[in-house]
T-cell receptor
Framework: GENVEQHPSTLSVQEGDSAVIKCTYS??????FPWYKQELGKRPQLIID?????GEKKDQRIAVTLNKTAKHFSLHITETQPEDSAVYFC?????????????FGQGTRLTINP | NAGVTQTPKFQVLKTGQSMTLQCAQD?????MYWYRQDPGMGLRLIYY???????DKGEVPNGYNVSRLNKREFSLRLESAAPSQTSVYFC???????????FGPGTRLTVT
């Protein structure tokens, strides 16, 4: 089955700097790659996603890139702010009959230092 | 429009007790899912239901059963709770063609 590896497990950056989180996946049939942000004690919230027919997607300060050949994708956050501090999860979605399921990475705890 | 709701929010069980976690969505989504979240391990899929009347095992189904009661509701049952089932449980739903998951607020379960 699908396996998703996420790095680093913790990341600390100065406010205003950029942060990059990387994920690799194993199943070449996976065709959807979302990123979730989870604040302490809260549910995961979708922040950006990309489908396998697209190489890059941007939404204001957040961007995701996908390299299907190498089977890896990355989250880029520019001009980081204190409210970006949270745990971020990547996921890959292999198609299954009638639905899609998400296989998550282990998470990255991002800390923005003022 | 409440999205995905879960009950209870918190629960403490003794080893061997049983309980059912309830999940409901009002977005007319076809697919529903149960995940558990443990520290350092991300979210792992327990069971899912692609559509009303169908259920399938995920990565970690042992010790759990599910029921897709109707299109709105998907429950998770622990028949004989064990300390290894101490976790935060999230229900999620997604519309066709799927994948934009919406998560519920979670149930924090402790088994002593």
């Amino acid at each position: 089955g699908e396996n998703v590896e996420q790095h680093p497990s913790t990341l600390s950056v100065q406010e205003g700097d950029s942060a990059v989180i990387k994920c690799t996946y194993s199943d070449s049939a996976s065709n959807y790659f979302p990123w979730y942000k989870q604040e302490l004690g809260k549910r995961p919230q979708l922040i950006i996603d990309i489908r396998s027919n697209v190489g890059e997607k941007k939404d204001q300060r957040i961007a995701v890139t996908l390299n299907k050949t190498a089977k890896h994708f990355s989250l880029h956050i520019t001009e980081t702010q204190p409210e970006d501090s949270a745990v971020y999860f990547c996921a890959a979605s292999p198609p299954i009959q009638g639905a899609q399921k998400l296989v998550f990475g282990q998470g990255t705890r991002l800390t923005i230092n003022p | 429009n409440a999205g995905v709701t879960q009950t209870p929010k918190f629960q403490v069980l003794k080893t061997g007790q049983s309980m059912t976690l309830q999940c409901a969505q009002d977005m007319n989504h076809n697919s529903m899912y149960w995940y558990r979240q443990d520290p350092g391990m991300g979210l792992r899929l327990i069971y899912y239901s692609a559509s009303e009347g169908t259920t399938d095992k995920g990565e970690v189904p042992n010790g759990y059963n599910v029921s897709r009661l109707n299109k709105r509701e998907f429950s998770l049952r622990l028949e004989s709770a064990a300390p290894s089932q101490t976790s935060v449980y999230f229900c999620a739903s997604s519309p066709p063609p799927g994948a934009k998951f919406v998560f519920g607020p979670g149930t924090r379960l402790t088994v002593t």
